[in-house]
């Protein structure tokens, strides 16, 4: 029996969003996705989510059945106010507050709460996002505690309960893979390699077993180590 609860997932077209949008529709009768173009610098990922969306509808009609609409809000505004490596051409490195230069600050406190407003309009109480506080690269509005602050903030504010949901928050890079494989198995580990996108660079030219990206940056060196982790400890079974 699926939770009566609808839900929307924050759904960029990379891995963890992915695993995040299949365990939704796992358990939620009606699942929606949300993305935002704030002119990243990867917006490749942007083209990676409908064709993501397309490959789980055809693999899996369970699936199928449960995903509604999709949403893309134009938060131009955000690439603006900020000044880091992903809405600039600028090398990505670690800066002097120890954060790295990727940071666009309280990012995520921004997409759900845009995401809790187009919720609530389209009758939707839970939000689901990837994000993890194990490998989560010193991002503070990442972390389990400013999210449950959030949801607090959001349910007041719409006098309407809004659950912040984030599966993958105690759960490694290697842990996802695993996860992925119990969701949907080697179809759905295919389809993530295949199509999902987290290179911060753009770059979908080269093909790894992991996937695609430069291979270089640190959002292609965490998916490489997970892939890697998870697939030694399924040779060790
Ligand atoms: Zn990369």
Redesign the pocket.
């Known amino acids: 029996m699926a939770d009566p609860r609808r839900a929307l997932v924050l759904y960029s077209g990379g891995q963890d969003s992915t695993v995040c949008l299949a365990w939704a529709l796992e358990r939620y009768a009606h699942v929606e996705t949300i993305g935002f173009d704030y002119r990243q610098r990867h917006a490749v990922e942007l083209e990676c989510r409908l064709d993501v969306r397309h490959a789980l509808v055809a693999a899996f009609p369970r699936w199928a059945a449960r995903l509604g609409q999709d949403h893309l809000l134009d938060l131009a505004l955000l690439g603006r106010i900020s000044d880091t490596a992903l809405t600039d051409a600028r090398a990505i490195e670690m800066s002097a507050n120890g954060l790295p230069n990727t940071f666009v600050p309280a990012r995520n406190l921004l997409f759900f709460t845009f995401a809790a407003s187009v919720a609530h309009r389209r009758g939707l109480s839970v939000l689901v996002g990837g994000m993890c506080e194990t490998d989560y690269s010193g991002y503070p509005d990442c972390r389990d505690n400013t999210l449950k602050a959030l949801q607090v903030a959001i349910s007041l504010g719409l006098d309407a309960p809004m659950t912040i949901e984030t599966p993958l928050m105690w759960v490694d890079k290697a842990a996802t893979w695993a996860l992925a494989d119990t969701l949907g198995g080697a179809a759905f580990v295919d389809l993530i390699v295949e199509r999902t996108h987290?290179?911060?660079?753009?770059?979908r030219t080269r093909r790894h077993p992991w996937g695609r990206?430069?291979?270089?940056?640190?959002?292609?060196?965490l998916r490489r180590a997970g892939y890697a982790q998870w697939q030694a400890a399924r040779a060790d079974r």
């Open positions: 987290s290179c911060y660079l753009g770059d990206g430069c291979g270089a940056c640190p959002a292609c060196e």
